[in-house]
């Protein structure tokens, strides 16, 4: 029997330090190595025709770019594994994404890297998008494939939504011109009281955890050094971590958050301090997310 590739998929939650996780396994500790880019969002788009279609422009842009003597950013030419010399497969595996290109593509990175990494990893967020339904579907192939590993890391409810919100309040125009502030925008969207899944923590766990093995990550217990958090990765992935990349959400500052390489999406997204009495504001309309959290668990990560 032919051996299966070891997988990790990443599945989010975003704003709470997937960037730090994805280069503390790849980089810190030439754990796993995603291939092309962090969040190539290959599952997403075989989910979603509308996705596909959303995001085709994109892509163009990349397979184009692809191509270009000068282009140094994403593609990492500067790095050891410099996709550019892979045109063909970078088309083959963008022009149209499919379950057959996605397990190809992970399956022939391997190939590339294992005398160095334990696992090919795929850290897009939107695998948090994907449904139960679809997840099922796609398992049983997937599985014939690779050995997966799934990991999900959460932080505070609270401060993740509104540095999702205020990301989105600086990236859309319209939202601007309607909100004077980006905290205006966040109590605004909490008053709403129909919340995207990103803040279904309970719920990721519970449909990832019944097709794969999972494991929840606890951004502020990892990187405090709290409740075994990084012994628990390590024994998850069978793959010892002793190095943690930084996390500019841990400690929290806010806007005062250092300037980490590599780590823009995390520093620049917090347009605003949240006082105590913001925190307050969220906790009274996000509470269920901290109760479900509870009653799953039995414990409080986040008072």
Same mark, same amino acid.
């Given at each position: 029997?032919?051996?299966?590739?070891?997988?990790?998929?990443?599945?989010?939650?975003?704003?709470?330090?997937?960037?730090?996780?994805?280069? =503390? !396994?790849?980089?810190?500790? /030439?754990?796993?190595?995603?291939?092309? +880019?962090?969040?190539? #969002?290959?599952?997403?788009? *075989?989910?979603?025709?509308?996705?596909?279609?959303?995001?085709?422009?994109?892509?163009?842009?990349?397979?184009?770019?692809?191509?270009?003597?000068?282009?140094?950013?994403?593609?990492?030419?500067?790095?050891?594994?410099?996709?550019?010399?892979?045109?063909?497969?970078?088309?083959?595996?963008?022009?149209?994404? =499919? !379950?057959?290109?996605?397990? /190809?593509?992970?399956?022939?990175?391997? +190939?590339?890297?294992? #005398?160095?990494?334990?696992? *090919?990893?795929?850290?897009?967020?939107?695998?948090?998008?994907?449904?139960?339904?679809?997840?099922?579907?796609?398992?049983?192939?997937?599985?014939?494939?690779?050995?997966?590993?799934?990991?999900?890391?959460?932080?505070?409810?609270?401060?993740?939504?509104?540095?999702?919100?205020?990301?989105?309040?600086?990236?859309?125009?319209?939202?601007?011109? /309607?909100?004077?502030?980006?905290?205006?925008?966040?109590?605004?969207?909490?008053?709403?009281?129909?919340?995207?899944?990103?803040?279904?923590?309970?719920?990721?766990?519970?449909?990832?955890?019944?097709?794969?093995?999972?494991?929840?990550?606890?951004?502020?217990?990892?990187?405090?050094?709290?409740?075994?958090?990084?012994?628990?990765?390590?024994?998850?992935?069978?793959?010892?971590?002793?190095?943690?990349?930084?996390?500019?959400?841990?400690?929290?500052?806010?806007?005062?958050?250092?300037?980490?390489?590599?780590?823009?999406?995390?520093?620049?997204?917090?347009?605003?301090?949240?006082?105590?009495?913001?925190?307050?504001?969220?906790?009274?309309?996000?509470?269920?997310?901290?109760?479900?959290?509870?009653?799953?668990?039995?414990?409080?990560?986040?008072?």
């Amino acid at each position: 029997m032919k051996a299966r590739t070891p997988l990790i998929i990443g599945a989010g939650t975003g704003w709470s330090a997937t960037s730090p996780l994805w280069i =503390t !396994l790849q980089r810190s500790n /030439k754990c796993a190595h995603v291939g092309f +880019q962090k969040e190539d #969002h290959l599952l997403y788009h *075989v989910y979603s025709d509308d996705a596909w279609q959303w995001r085709k422009p994109r892509y163009e842009r990349i397979l184009k770019d692809s191509t270009s003597p000068n282009w140094e950013y994403e593609w990492g030419r500067r790095r050891k594994y410099a996709f550019h010399k892979n045109v063909d497969e970078i088309l083959e595996t963008f022009e149209k994404p =499919t !379950l057959e290109t996605y397990i /190809k593509y992970y399956t022939r990175h391997y +190939q590339r890297v294992k #005398h160095e990494y334990s696992y *090919v990893s795929d850290f897009s967020n939107s695998n948090a998008i994907l449904s139960l339904d679809f997840l099922q579907k796609i398992a049983p192939e997937l599985k014939k494939h690779f050995k997966i590993k799934v990991l999900i890391i959460f932080r505070d409810p609270v401060r993740r939504l509104y540095s999702e919100l205020s990301a989105f309040y600086q990236d859309n125009e319209d939202v601007r011109k /309607k909100y004077p502030t980006s905290k205006d925008y966040w109590r605004s969207y909490l008053k709403m009281g129909y919340y995207n899944i990103n803040c279904e923590y309970v719920k990721r766990i519970k449909y990832y955890k019944s097709v794969f093995s999972t494991l929840p990550i606890i951004s502020e217990d990892l990187w405090g050094g709290k409740n075994d958090a990084l012994a628990n990765l390590s024994n998850f992935l069978q793959y010892d971590i002793k190095k943690l990349c930084p996390n500019c959400y841990y400690p929290e500052m806010g806007t005062k958050a250092p300037k980490h390489e590599k780590l823009a999406d995390q520093y620049n997204s917090d347009l605003e301090d949240l006082t105590d009495e913001d925190l307050s504001f969220g906790r009274k309309y996000l509470e269920k997310y901290y109760d479900q959290w509870y009653n799953e668990f039995g414990t409080t990560p986040w008072g």
